[in-house]
């Protein structure tokens, strides 16, 4: 499992400030919750941010991720600017967005972590899931051995959909919003970061890096293999995928 928090966890204690910095995108989308739920607050800056991103090929036309948001500020500060907030950020192929992505991503992303069944569709934080609003996803924790969060939601189930063997980017992040002090975090769970659909037929797509000049051999194929029954059984028929000069190659796979 993979815990993603705006303070370090450390014997259960949790309300720190680690002067870290906050996210124009999670502060965007923190301010775009009060007119969602009818409230009026705003949240003036965020902090603490925690992040983690990386790149990824999927193997099927669907991504998903099972994750639980748990806070601090619960219940005290529902509805008021400490409205910490998560964010599951995906960008590429087929996907355009209005929050920031890496040049190599140039439509945006957008925000896959969302309300279940919420119309409209509401960001994660403390004021879109707790004792009010959508109650039936909210457990407030009255064990204080367990750990410093006073809160925390049902498990939720990210997704997207892909197209597979193209490279996408993803960008997991939570902040404290307004203080540095009450703190979030997000509980993802191990093995659900997944591709899930139909296998259908074998379809081998490829992925290359051309040589840097005439003569070099500095080129690469990968192959994303999606479809039919693993394992796969690849043939280069001897050559070397990652020393490749100016040329035709074969390769075969078989399930």
Known sequence: NIIDSTPLIENYFLSDDLSGSGDPDLLTIANSVPALIGQTFSVPSTH???????DFVPSADTVQFNYIFAGEEYLDYVNTQFNDVFAFLISGPGITGPYASPPAFPGGAINIAVVPNSNPVLPIGISTVNDQINSQYYNHDTTTSVSAFNGYTDV??????VIPCNVYHIKLAITDAADAI??????FEAGSFDAAADPGALNVNTVTTDILCYGDTSGTVQLCIAGGVSPYITNW????????GAGTYNVSVTD
Do not use: K, M, Q, Y
């Open 237 to 244: 028929n001897g050559i070397n995928p990652n020393n490749l």
């Open 156 to 161: 939720f189930t990210a997704s997207a959909v």
């Open 182 to 187: 009450w703190n979030s975090g997000v509980f």
């Open 48 to 54: 603490d941010a925690a992040i983690l991103e990386f």
